[in-house]
């Protein structure tokens, strides 16, 4: 008679619970030490874990009683004579309100939130919900749709016009700033035409003979999106010479960008090796750029850019969101400490997209630890916020389309015939 043994279905059974256990206790273990994906077909399967971060909670919470500064602003007829466009790339709401709050609390104190109006904006690219910066730069510069990739070109090939060009058809002086490479998306869909944004060389070239008095950016020379492009790194190396023959002081640092005359070409290296952000902070950078734009006396247009909000959401990074936003907050502080005692330039911060998706999902004020979330590490196609100083903000109060920017400036700035398309 065969002895009771173990029924010998039990060891497999045994095995593949154990199996279970181990893969279970593997992905609670990853969940905590990182966020996880799977995707199984279309469906994606993914951690819901947030991210910790330290924020000033308050000891006696109190409601933010009122607007700021004035709520809303009248028209009061006062048309700008200058108009500085700051845009924070991928600076969506939740990129703001989370720098808000981590830095001063619940109850916010960044310099944007004083704006006397404040809009939300709608960023749809031609051909797509989620837009790149090419396409939303193209809308902001010119007041219409293109496909993303395409800098200030249409669908159909054909160019529109560009704020900057009519504005210096009218007699004004214009200039770019930013962070990101001089001859990256945005900065270029202001200066220049081009039908893909990564036509670098052509961009550089455009853009030196685009007229604009100020050029600053980032020498994009050790860039990875740049490094395999020759012909770029070819006109880079031989940018002195470049930047000569079209009438532009070239330098490199602040204090050559100090000693520069009024046209200037500054090509800054990034701040770290291989990074987005380059050269130093945007505060000395827009001031040096106003200082020339206005010596003129003829009004002026500037955008001026920052690139680290956005590398900050696709690293998913908010300690950087945090920085990159105070960044900009404090060039805006500069900004209006000009521009509002002279009661004559218009100065509108935004974003050309979000970048992240982040928001704030915890934050109990007795352990002052707020839980963040990440929807992406890509772009969205959430509205992102308008902040408007100035004569003329009124008219961005709402919600705007990003063609709206284009077009609203330019009738401001009496622009005739803007926004314009050739047939
Ligand atoms: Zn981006």
């Given at each position: 008679m065969p002895s009771p043994s173990r029924p010998p279905w039990r060891p497999v059974l045994q095995g593949a619970l154990l199996g279970l256990g181990v893969v279970a206790a593997a992905a609670l273990v990853a969940s905590v030490v990182a966020p996880w994906e799977v995707a199984v077909g279309n469906l994606v399967l993914r951690s819901q874990r947030g991210v910790e971060h330290p924020f000033p909670a308050p000891a006696d919470p109190q409601p933010i009683a009122a607007s700021r500064r004035v709520p809303g602003a009248p028209d009061d007829g006062v048309r700008p004579v200058n108009v500085v466009l700051v845009i924070g790339?991928?600076?969506g709401v939740g990129q703001v309100s989370t720098a808000s709050a981590l830095l001063h609390g619940p109850a916010g104190g960044l310099v944007?939130?004083?704006?006397p109006v404040t809009g939300l904006m709608t960023t749809y690219a031609g051909d797509i919900l989620v837009t790149d910066s090419a396409a939303s730069a193209t809308a902001m510069a010119t007041g219409f749709k293109a496909p993303k990739k395409a800098l200030s070109v249409l669908a159909d090939g054909r160019a529109p016009a560009t704020l900057f060009e009519a504005a210096r058809a009218a007699g004004m002086a214009t200039g770019v700033v930013t962070?990101?490479?001089?001859?990256?998306a945005t900065p270029a869909g202001f200066t220049v035409h081009a039908e893909k944004r990564d036509h670098h060389a052509e961009i550089l070239g455009d853009m030196l003979a685009s007229g604009s008095e100020v050029l600053i950016g980032g020498d994009w020379s050790a860039y990875p999106k740049a490094l395999d492009d020759a012909e770029l790194q070819d006109m880079l190396a031989r940018i002195d010479r470049l930047g000569a023959d079209a009438g532009y002081s070239v330098v490199r640092d602040l204090s050559g960008l100090d000693r520069a005359g009024p046209r200037v070409l500054a090509l800054f290296p990034p701040r770290r090796s291989g990074g987005d952000a380059h050269g130093p902070p945007l505060t000395g950078l827009a001031a040096a750029a106003i200082d020339r734009l206005a010596a003129g006396d003829r009004g002026f247009v500037l955008l001026v850019e920052s690139e680290v909000t956005d590398g900050a959401g696709h690293h998913n990074d908010v300690a950087e969101v945090v920085d990159a936003v105070a960044e900009l907050d404090a060039a805006v502080a500069s900004i209006l400490a000009w521009a509002e005692p002279r009661g004559d330039t218009l100065v509108i911060v935004t974003a050309d997209h979000d970048t992240g998706g982040l928001g704030i999902v915890d934050g109990a004020y007795d352990d002052a630890v707020a839980e963040v979330r990440w929807a992406t590490d890509g772009h969205t196609a959430q509205w992102v916020p308008v902040f408007a100083f100035g004569p003329g903000a009124h008219r961005f109060g709402g919600v705007v389309d990003n063609t709206g920017i284009a077009r609203i400036v330019g009738d401001l700035l009496g622009l005739e015939g803007f926004p314009s398309v050739a047939p």
């Open positions: 790339d991928g600076m944007l939130e004083t704006a962070t990101s490479g001089l001859v990256d």
